[in-house]
């Protein structure tokens, strides 16, 4: 099992950028794939990206490629998401969460989930 804790969030003018981190408790993180998840205001929670075990391999979602970009640090236990070029479409609560495959994008699929952090992006 593993606890997760999101931090980083905030308000930021669109075309700014926010390092979102997913800090781990447990001494199992490194056998986790970790994703990133947005839910937005009156819409459903959507994936973000994912990184695998030993952070060799990555994907995000068409919507934030060439912006968004994901790495993990296993020896401080933590997962980042650096958002740059953001807009007021990125503007929603992000999640981090843990599943056995980096290739998963299904939010069913991930076990373990962080209370989110909230991102506002301002026009």
């Known amino acids: 099992q593993v606890q997760l804790v999101e931090s980083g969030g905030g308000l930021v003018q669109a075309g700014g950028s926010l390092r979102l981190s997913c800090t781990a408790s447990g001494r199992t993180f490194s056998s986790y794939a970790i994703g990133w998840f947005r839910q937005a205001p009156g819409k459903e929670r959507e994936f973000v990206a994912a990184?695998?075990?030993?952070?060799?391999?990555?994907m995000s979602a068409d919507s934030v490629k060439g912006r968004f970009t994901i790495s993990r640090d296993n020896a401080k236990n933590t997962v980042y998401l650096q958002m740059n070029s953001l807009n007021v479409e990125d503007t929603a609560d992000y999640y981090c969460a843990a599943a056995r495959a980096y290739t998963l994008k299904e939010v069913h699929e991930y076990a373990y989930w962080g209370q989110g952090t909230q991102v506002t992006v301002s026009s």
């Open positions: 990184i695998s075990r030993s952070g060799s391999s990555a």
